[in-house]
């Protein structure tokens, strides 16, 4: 399909930057290309992982000294963040910066504190009362990465939840430099959230000190944060080895846009671009109904990216993983969507809500072409913490549900169990286990019944 | 500590039975091996249960078959039950055991029905829009265990919540006999909810159908319920290859009990029971306030045991894990219980409420002495597939949550980005994601704009 014509400038544009194609006639091993993205296997890093958490099992901090020393470069006494390095990062914290860190936490307080609903008691019968409890995690572990891609945003995205769950104690590993430093950033916004204890660990370290605790960095019960490849191995591995639960297994990031003649082209480039930006595996998709729109997009997107200082990573993503493609209707664009599971989904359609309504398979959803999805990103509210590479499919985005759960509570009285007590009977019998019978039978039967059933009150 | 005087009778009592002890005498390795119960790794199944999944993988349905005559002893045609099948299960049913089914699935549809509220939207500021909307997840796995261990409980407690969750298709593999045939009560429980994809497979190549997807067998994106080693580390591997996400890690079942002088002894000791008669790793352990109760439990435990027919397994259980320690005030039993993270837990105290404010980490919890266990396990409503083994300290019982999730909804308004403009703006510049800042820049210059925006109706 040509490109349509576009004034000369440097780099790849038109077909050479991103494909328009009919869906339908993209080729089986480019739909593959383009379902599976960069989305890989940890096989390769598994032994190097697994190493690292046997070392530091097995000589806690001393491992963790030898393997930042090995993998950053940095000669660590104290692992730990000390108070001075707080003071320093707060001291030298551009004000604008505190600024939009706190309208970004208020709006994701606002938005998460919704998240936990109290829990009705249920009574399907006489006597029987049922209802969860909510309760935290106790002790919670945080993942931050560092260099390039540290990330304040995403400590507000996951302390806060955390805090709305009522998680007691939040340990942050954000990795240093060479000389020892973490970024200031990271301080400043785990500082702002009161977080305190932060240590100075990356990769795969960083996950068997909070995995399984040493001398100077406590055990945690689950295991938050986005990482490279070693990091999300670390995870996985840990979580296999029945150490800590996990969040959700994070990849690149990606974007799927669905657009039909209404949406504004600058609008839809523009969150490519944004999209594109994040890494060189990266991946922006577009399912447009009209083929104007499609072309309008490409030379939108060879426009914006005149000036871009991120240009180069944009155009290597867009290469790799980008694609603009025509679809009949809207329907098979979801139908599409639902099979790719976007980490973000833009739906800049007439009726946005419509196309809501066929999505089942998506981690944070734009209706509209105002809901631009770096507001989502840093300050709407929604969490940015997103299944990525299909895990959509399955998985959820970061809640203050991921930081606790409702244990059951029932509480039945002697008419309660009586009502149950040839249903249990019958079905403990039927499974072979006659104990379970017998254990409703004894309450009947039992000399001690009356009395101490009157004394605790449990009579109806 | 010496026994109290029992009746001669054959068999271990007393001390020999299981042991009393004050919990702060407890030795360090006793200690130990009380908290880590029958949880074991899974270092030795492994590569076998490895090598399944790359056979499945490679070779579909012709593996399935030649794994299900290596280790079921089984020669099958179809993988799958067939109608005839289900319709000889149903002729065969007790209409007893039927209704039984019957009546516990009205109570876990009640409980669980009340466990997707509706999210409600949130404004944080003008224009911004946010909420969250359920979608459930779209096709599920669920293995249900075959021999001994067939529980159409089983069924019951996986199905509805997926029913409920609105999860459109559900695969359910369960072990054949020699014979090539499935426990009769699973079926009838399958059909009673209108699970008509049942397949004739056990094991680690039951779990490996599901995630890979073969001829015969749907792929799956969620893996549900418990079974041995084998099946519990497929599961783990699936998750780990990023195939399938998985329910909870399950492993044996046990019971903590927290009693005070109030407690009747035998209620008790057939709690205690019930839980040790399920296989030989279970485990069962009362703390309590008052000597007299351990001993009265304790003779109870070799009263009630006398005749029953699973004897030799709680015998068995009991003396590995089970425990009757003395704690000095409810708070030290409290620590311990929280601690051991038990599936379940239950409270006869003078005041349940009390001691259940204080606990944070357990499965299901039962409150004073008419809340038997067994009513849990089948008919009060709750579910009974819950963390074991610890797992309690962070994750949460099966739930109609488990088979779907929230996907993340956020509209804005032109005012709305407005308003976030400069944070969005100043957050992503101190990100280094300049292409970020532009997104929402070229909202409010793009000539595009006015019209496309009021046409779509976005416009305050």
């Known amino acids: 399909m040509p490109a349509a014509a576009l004034p000369a400038q440097d780099g790849p544009r038109g077909a050479d930057l991103v494909p328009i194609t009919r869906l339908a006639d993209l080729a089986a091993a480019d739909r593959a290309r383009i379902l599976r993205r960069a989305q890989g296997t940890f096989a390769d890093v598994l032994p190097i992982v697994e190493g690292v958490l ?18 950053d470069g940095a000669a660590l006494t104290d692992l730990r963040v000390s108070e001075e390095e707080f003071a320093a990062a707060r001291a030298g914290a551009d004000p604008v910066l505190l600024d939009a860190l706190a309208h970004a936490a208020r709006n994701i307080t606002a938005f998460h504190s919704k998240q936990v609903p109290p829990e009705d008691v249920v009574a399907p019968q006489a006597g029987v009362r049922l209802w969860r409890v909510w309760r935290p995690i106790t002790r919670v572990g945080l993942y931050i990465p560092g260099g390039k891609a540290a990330y304040p945003s995403s400590v507000l995205m996951n302390v806060i939840p955390a805090r709305i769950a009522g998680c007691r104690e939040i340990v942050l590993c954000t990795p240093p430099n ?134 180069a990573m944009v155009v290597d993503s ?35 809500a419509a196309v809501l309504d066929g999505i089942v398979n998506a981690g944070s959803i734009f209706l509209g072409p105002w809901s631009a999805q770096p507001a989502g990103d840093y300050a709407a509210g929604t969490n940015h913490v997103l299944p990525t590479g299909g895990f959509g499919a399955m998985y959820g985005p970061l809640s203050v549900e991921s930081f606790g759960r409702k244990l059951q509570v029932q509480e039945l009285t002697r008419a309660g169990l009586a009502g149950l007590r040839s249903t249990v009977g019958t079905l403990a019998t039927s499974e072979g286990l006659p104990g379970h019978r017998a254990a409703v039978e004894a309450r009947f039967e039992s000399p001690s019944e009356g009395s101490t059933s009157e004394e605790a009150g449990y009579v109806e």
């Open 318 to 352: 867009l290469q790799r993983y980008g694609l603009i493609a025509l679809v009949a209707s809207l329907a098979e664009a979801i139908a599409f969507a639902n099979e790719y599971a976007p980490e973000h989904l833009g739906i800049m359609t007439r009726d946005p």
């Open 178 to 311: 060479r000389q020892g430093q973490v970024s200031p950033t990271i301080l400043v916004a785990a500082d702002l959230l009161g977080v305190r204890q932060v240590f100075k660990l990356g990769g795969s370290q960083a996950i068997a000190a909070m995995a399984y605790g040493t001398e100077s960095v406590p055990r945690v019960a689950k295991l938050f944060g986005a990482g490279n490849r070693w990091v999300t191995a670390a995870k996985l591995v840990a979580a296999s080895r029945g150490l800590a639960a996990i969040d959700l297994p994070a990849g690149p990031t990606e974007l799927l846009l669905i657009a039909d003649e209404t949406a504004p082209p600058a609008f839809l480039a523009a969150d490519m671009i944004a999209q594109a930006e994040h890494a060189e595996d990266s991946a922006s998709v577009l399912l447009t109904t009209s083929e104007p729109l499609a072309h309008a997009v490409r030379d939108e997107l060879t426009r914006q990216l005149g000036a871009l200082p991120t240009r």
């Open 54 to 71: 046997d070392a530091v099992a097995a000589r806690g901090d001393a491992a963790l000294r030898e393997l930042t020393a090995q993998f």
